[in-house]
Nanobody, 131 residues
Framework: EVQLVESGGGLVQAEGSLRLSCAAS????????IGWFRQAPGKEREGVSC????????YYVDSVKGRFTLSSDNAKNTVSLQMNNLKPEDTANYYC????????????????????????WGQGTQVTVSS
């Protein structure tokens, strides 16, 4: 059974930190592109970050650059999103996505394809940042 399981969400104060994890089962991250989207109530889905293990490429949306860091641990089949200096506008449900195209054709520097059909989605983990 193929699954993506997110964890690490919670409630923090502004300027605090959280680390989100996405663990895969039923497949391995090798030659896949993995990323995170987020969605707040009443707002459209927004790409946050993506990583291609094959090409060693990592991209972020402008609003999180310098604050968020995406990394992968292929031995553990897990990717992590370290979020520092959190702001209230970061409040959203965060979703892990996986695509078996080794090339990051759906993401680039400050660009994420909102219409791309990903192979797998996680169930989401809630991040709430209070002011």
């Amino acid at each position: 059974e193929v699954q993506l399981v997110e964890s690490g969400g919670g409630l923090v104060q502004a300027e605090g930190s959280l680390r989100l994890s996405c663990a895969a089962s039923g497949f391995t991250f090798d030659d896949w592109t993995i990323g995170w989207f987020r969605q707040a109530p009443g707002k459209e889905r927004e790409g946050v970050s993506c990583i291609s293990s094959t090409l060693g490429s990592t991209y972020y949306v402008d609003s999180v650059k310098g604050r968020f860091t995406l990394s992968s641990d292929n031995a553990k089949n897990t990717v992590s999103l370290q979020m520092n200096n959190l702001k209230p506008e970061d409040t959203a449900n965060y979703y892990c996505v996986a695509d078996n195209n080794p090339y990051p054709v759906w993401c680039d520097d400050n660009w994420f394809d909102p219409r791309y059909e990903f192979d797998y989605w996680g169930q989401g983990t809630q991040v709430t940042v209070s002011s």
